[in-house]
């Protein structure tokens, strides 16, 4: 069988697989829709959680970008799990003892006020889309590598599926469809790994094995990382940062991001009790983090196979590294991994001094310069897109075609549970946020269920054309949305909780200055609304405010709000009593129901 | 009534300690001994870099799991002593 054939075999069957579970657990009613019955187990919760959770960006391009950035780059590992303390601790038990299905029904009711609903619509809904276009283009890379269509026709393929099963089977359908979508996922992910730390290591848990001793060489395999991209004029893989603060605000962003964004919080409320909410967010880390423990592994080890594939010489004991780094493989020899990705253009090489050999080193580094001229090098030659790195990586490692198969299958399990989610979170904020409760309240049960199909639709629309024109990096795209998410929604709702002073005036306040700063900062440096060459100032360290990237700028647009929402509310009224009592039961587990609609 | 007000008062006080403790914890492995702290654990070898590097990249995500069960089971102990359960 081709490998063509066998991708087809894998991703179809698991398709067949999310599509039939759809079907069988169709939703009933509007409650069925949006919270499964309200009946979801902690651990299936927390596995269907972890699969809405990790998505393109976790599956396909965090290993990427640690091989590239090394340890500079451990802030999304720390940050995109970081936020589930958080989340378990400041936000998911008091939600769901509060029993609604919404984020912006949370806030509207506790601020008392439709502004205040209102503005919650709509950073829920940016901070959705815009996660939702770089899943889109995810999804769409995935499906035009494996199964060998254009790009933008996999793409429609991935919002027709995403269409298909969220439409049709709300969040029930959702739930128990992502729990295959994690299974698929973590074997797509960790058989590769399995087998590549043992042949790097000799130990099966690449976990351990990237701290153990690398078989070839007899030293440690960081160590050995280390000594092999330094020889190439890179910094070390473990080398520290000089910018903490950046480092600091960037992951701290992502956490914060991770508690505010609606699809995550809303996976809380479908657990039958307050403290099945705890142990839910507890177990939604632990699958997630099957995942990222073997990231780093994965990055590490694929960083080294890609260097000594290139300088074959520096893969065993070396005596001398400048020796063996001058000895670079043959363009001719170069292994058929490297041809089959070079078919995509996300691998390119170009001889630029004619000796027929692969340079691969950093041509950008002046102390490199004189050891550059020495060996007649003139410029890296190789260029390596780090989103292909965990798609590459069974062809790498020289695995059989259905492991290749696996992790198409998974790659795109990924991409396309997390987009469900998010539509699932964005149809209910507006049919039931903003037209039930804002527009139309004596709306039908059953034009509530059209209204949400309606609006998930339409978001699907929206999100894959502009996934087919991608407002800019994947990477940005989606920080954005974490940004977004961490300024606005995560600061009102921890204040809704922890404050009974906050009022209504406070936190629109806070939500509209939080929103807008943090935007405002992007917009500046990645250009108005990410059209190109827009940008006010060059989006370089040295233009960035005390050297703080647009990317980490989610978590000042937090403090931001925090700040306003509390000077606004103690210059104002203090809230009515009912709402100080509100905030008294949901700070108790005592007395909680079922999430109810009203 | 009173009597329930201040029993809620200590449940909600008690809960505001145990999250603060969490969440110094939480800050020292990531902020701390991942990022701020590491120059301070170079000192510390494993397996082939420091204690700082293993903190940024497995550690804390380790000890995030750990934060989380502890809290959600110590948070349920609180429920029935204050006899807030469900």
């Not at chain 1, 059209?450 to 999100?463: E, F, H, N, P």
């Amino acid at each position: 069988m081709s490998q063509f054939a066998i991708n087809l075999l894998f991703v179809g069957a698991s398709f067949a697989l999310y599509i039939g579970i759809a079907i069988w657990s169709r939703a009933g009613s509007t409650k069925d829709f949006y919270i499964a019955g309200g009946g979801v187990h902690p651990v299936t919760n927390g596995m269907a959680t972890a699969a809405d959770w990790m998505s393109a960006a976790s599956f396909i391009s965090m290993a990427g970008l640690l091989a590239s950035g090394g340890y500079a780059n451990s802030t999304f590992l720390m940050g995109w799990t970081g936020g589930y303390v958080i989340l378990a601790m400041l936000l998911a038990p008091y939600l769901r003892k509060f029993g609604k299905f919404t984020v912006p029904d949370f806030i509207g009711d506790r601020f008392y006020s439709n502004s205040a609903r209102l503005v919650a619509v709509v950073c829920l809904v940016v901070a959705s889309v815009t996660y939702v276009i770089g899943q889109m283009t995810g999804a769409g890379v995935a499906f035009s590598r494996f199964l060998e269509v254009p790009n933008t026709l996999g793409i429609w393929i991935a919002a027709a599926i995403v269409f298909l099963y969220a439409v049709f089977g709300g969040m029930k359908g959702i739930t128990y469809t992502q729990v295959a979508q994690y299974i698929v996922l973590i074997i797509a992910y960790t058989i590769p790994a399995v087998f590549i730390s043992l042949q790097l290591t000799n130990n099966p848990i690449p976990m351990f094995g990237m701290f153990s001793t690398h078989t070839e060489s007899g030293v440690p395999l960081l160590q050995k990382l280390d000594d092999v991209v330094n020889a190439l004029g890179f910094q070390d893989y473990t080398a520290d940062v000089d910018n903490k603060l950046n480092m600091t605000l960037f992951t701290l962003s992502l956490m914060v991001g991770t508690a505010g964004l609606p699809h995550v919080i809303i996976r809380f409320f479908t657990v039958p009790r307050v403290a099945d909410a705890r142990w839910s967010a507890g177990w939604a880390l632990v699958f997630i983090a099957l995942l990222y423990v073997t990231a780093p592994a994965v990055g590490s080890m694929a960083r080294l196979n890609l260097m000594t594939t290139i300088y074959p010489e520096m893969s065993g004991q070396v005596e001398n590294y400048e020796e063996a780094a001058s000895d670079p493989i043959r363009y001719e020899e170069r292994p058929d991994w490297i041809r089959t990705w070079e078919d995509t253009g996300l691998i390119e090489f170009e001889d630029k001094n004619d000796d027929g050999r692969i340079q691969l080193y950093n041509d950008g580094n002046e102390d490199f310069a004189d050891t550059e001229e020495e060996r007649g090098w003139e410029g890296s030659e190789l260029d390596v897109n780090n989103d292909i790195l965990v798609l590459a990586n069974p062809e790498i490692a020289n695995l059989p075609g259905w492991v290749i198969g696996l992790i198409a299958a998974g790659g795109i399990a990924a991409a396309l549970s997390t987009a469900a989610g998010l539509l699932l979170a964005i149809s209910s904020a507006i049919s039931h946020d903003l037209i039930r409760n804002m527009i139309n309240p004596n709306i039908t049960e059953k034009g509530e269920m059209l209204a949400a199909r309606i609006s998930m639709a339409g978001s699907i629309l929206v999100a894959t054309y502009l996934g087919l024109n991608p407002p800019g990096f994947a990477a940005q795209t989606v920080a954005l949305a974490f940004g977004i998410a961490g300024a606005s929604l995560f600061p009102a709702l921890m204040m809704g909780i922890f404050s009974k002073r906050v009022n209504n005036k406070g936190a629109v306040a806070g939500m509209l200055a939080g929103l807008l700063a943090t935007l405002l900062y992007i917009f500046t440096y990645l250009g108005w609304f990410f059209v190109p060459e827009t940008n006010m100032l060059p989006n370089t360290p040295e233009h960035w405010m005390l050297g703080i990237s647009p990317l980490s700028f989610g978590a000042v647009g937090a403090v931001i709000n925090f700040t306003v929402a509390f000077l606004v509310s103690n210059a104002t009224e203090e809230p009515p009593q009912e709402i100080q009592d509100l905030v008294e039961s949901v700070r108790s587990p005592k007395g909680a129901g079922a999430a109810t609609a009203h | 009534m009173a009597d329930d007000k201040s029993n809620a008062d200590a449940y909600w006080k008690a809960n505001i300690r145990l999250i603060t403790g969490c969440l110094i914890v939480w800050a020292l492995v990531s902020y701390g001994f991942a990022i701020l702290l590491r120059p301070l654990l170079s000192g510390i070898p494993i397996g082939g870099t420091d204690l700082g590097f293993w903190f940024a990249q497995q550690g804390s995500i380790l000890t995030f799991i750990g934060i989380i069960f502890f809290y959600a089971w110590k948070m349920n102990r609180l429920d029935k002593q204050y006899g807030l359960g469900e």
